[in-house]
């Protein structure tokens, strides 16, 4: 059994890593200063005795004795990352720092869930994990994506000035249950207004691509990236493209829904196209997503009807 944090545990992804890590048979300590976590996503696990949950800032120094560290505290949503910029950024920096204090001192292994986004507005696609991004560094993206760039070079400078064992994953465009309801993602908005029936709404003209990962693969393949002795960074998501507008159509689809999609201005800075190379998951940790866009969309639709 190892004593494994989970920084960020009560978000979305954090809590679903937390589930598999439990049923693995480790202790999960959950950090989170519930920003746009929520006590719903981890109740199940609160009377666990292997579970512990922490209200705390990762931007405060902390030490815990632990064997792994999964740094995913990080709002990741527009909406909640412009909210306040200059937290985002802290988060991302201090956050790490402190972070990679614990790994230092602890001589514990520490992951940290990196982002498609610090691939910027790609001029290369796929993208490759050697590409080094188009990024802006004063627009309203930049406090999350310049954030994110800052942690992965704290990463390797740990890694290299102290010997600190890390590994980064560059995380791809992840959906699934307990998404939040409001938090602007592409996902989640649309499956509310299909639910809800009002308008679904299309930022340019719909013809803009991504690929969606669904949670489970993607923390499958959180874990096996730990359990390796790989340092990254190493994309992880699900390859398959679809337009916006596709999506769309798909959830009006599968929720029956009535309503009408409409057109609205693409906010400046909003990548076109977005879809992660691979190859280097698949060859160094076997990663290969199994569940398809229409599956993953019907567990995440049941899950959204149960909670509104
Ligand atoms: N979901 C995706 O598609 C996606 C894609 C790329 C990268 N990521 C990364 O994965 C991680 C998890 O994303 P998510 O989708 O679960 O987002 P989320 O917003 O649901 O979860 C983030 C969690 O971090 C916590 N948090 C934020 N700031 C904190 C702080 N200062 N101290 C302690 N906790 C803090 C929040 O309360 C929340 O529980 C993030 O680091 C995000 O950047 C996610």
Redesign the pocket.
Known sequence: MKRILV????????SHLCKKLLEYGNEVIC???????NKENIKNFLDFKNFEFIR????EPILIEVDEIYN??????PI?YQNNPV?TMK?SVL?SINMLDIAKKTKSRILQ?????IYGDPLEHPQKESYWGNVNTIGFRSCYDEG?RSAETLFFDYHRQHQVNIVIAR?????GPRM?FD?G?VVSNFIIQALRSTDITIYGDGMQTRSFCYVNDLVSGLIKLMESKLTGPINLGNPIEFTILELAKIILELTNSKSRIIFKKLPKDDPKIRKPDITKARREISFEPKIELHEGLKLTIEDFKNRL
């Open positions: 920084t960020g545990g009560a978000g979305f992804v954090g950090l989170d200063n519930m920003f746009t976590g705390h800032d990762v931007t995913l505290a990080c709002p990741a949503s909640h937290k988060t956050g869930a990196s982002t498609s986004e994110k995380i791809f465009n992840t959906y939040s938090d993602r």
